[in-house]
């Protein structure tokens, strides 16, 4: 399963890139991705996840082609 | 309609809504609204104690334009307003810019009011933009919003 | 420092914006807010069910400016915000015609949004105007403003 | 004791004058000044009344030379 996982602001900083398109055989949900994709770090309690460029929690399914974002607490306006 | 515009570069927020408004008045005719609120957010140049010399305003291309377009059907849907505006700017900016404008049109002002203040506060809370302030001695990600 | 404006003719009211954002900017330097909420009345053809094809706004020459400027300072002193902006229109006014513009500036929205609003409730219970509309069988004086 | 009245918008209709110049021996408050000029009109209950210029009520003092407002209520903005 292709998935293209966006990191945004702090968040990519972190994780040193910004962009990454993994193949996961076994990931079902979000918190998954995360998993697969954070290095062993854990989901901060106040990050935002989105598939497809909706918001959804950890336990959204994913699918094959997605687009999973994740980033902090937004500060725009 | 209401309408949401990036921009990548300064935008004069009044000229934006005297435009908005010709285009409103082409498509309902003259006399339709009694009230217009808006609200401009412009760029200060000190934030938590410090002096900020500039910002950059990062976003999510495409969910971001589709974040502030939910926020405009809401607010259509949760008040009795003729039409409503989002415009913000991305990218670089400098102290004195401005940053976001938010604008409803009514019959009354009671919604205007509050359809506006609706759209900036779910602006802070949904839509994907996040600022980083460059300070004299480096630059910092804004963690949270203030409260409205 | 706040402004108290009569036009006896129309006026723009986002020209007005703009030129006194940039008094604002002369006085108090650039940077210094973050918020500055606007709202704007027009003249709608419509009220109480009754076609209106045109309005004499009728006014207390002296008592209406002194009232505006209380407005302004009990705005001044109530809330946080750095300045704020009366406009109103008097005299012979048409549909789509703006009546009256009120805008304050803070570091923050929420004291923009209090005092806008404020300016304007306090404006419609305590300045001296009164409104006649023209109706296709004659005129009539608006007898109380609707509720904000 | 001289007073300058003004009658406002659809009082002035009504009173069939905008501008009164009295002169009125015994008028202590500007309820008394009413009675001076309206015609045995009872004053309205939602009548707004000013003493140069500021909000008064009946009950408040006038003075020689005072200019003493009567008008419905207000419907700017």
């Known amino acids: ?77 | 309609m209401p309408k949401v515009v990036l921009f990548d570069g300064a935008f004069e927020p009044y000229a934006e809504l005297t435009v908005f408004e010709s285009e409103l008045m082409q498509q309902h005719g003259t006399g339709q609204y009694g009230a217009t609120t808006s609200f401009v957010g412009t760029m200060r140049d000190f934030n938590e104690g410090d002096d900020v010399s500039a910002m950059f305003l990062e976003h999510y291309a495409g969910m971001t334009e589709k974040a502030l377009e939910k926020i405009c059907d809401q607010a259509m849907a949760d008040y009795p307003i003729l039409d409503c505006l989002i415009l913000h700017r991305v990218g670089e900016i400098k102290p004195n810019d401005s940053i976001v404008l938010v604008a409803a049109w009514s019959a009354h002002r009671g919604a205007a009011f509050d359809a506006s203040r609706m759209l900036i506060e779910k602006l802070k809370t949904d839509a994907p933009f996040w600022k980083k302030e460059t300070l004299n001695d480096g630059a910092r990600w804004v963690e949270k919003n203030t409260d409205g």
């Open chain 1, 1 to 77: 399963m292709s998935i293209k996982v966006l990191f945004f602001a702090s968040l990519r900083d972190e994780m040193g890139r910004g962009e990454d398109d993994v193949d996961l055989a076994n990931a079902k949900s979000v918190a998954d991705v995360w998993k697969a994709v954070a290095d062993g770090k854990e989901m901060p309690s106040n990050l935002l996840m989105a598939v497809n460029q909706d918001y959804v929690n950890a336990e959204a399914p994913v699918q094959d082609n997605d687009e999973v974002a994740f980033f902090p607490p937004v500060t725009g306006g």
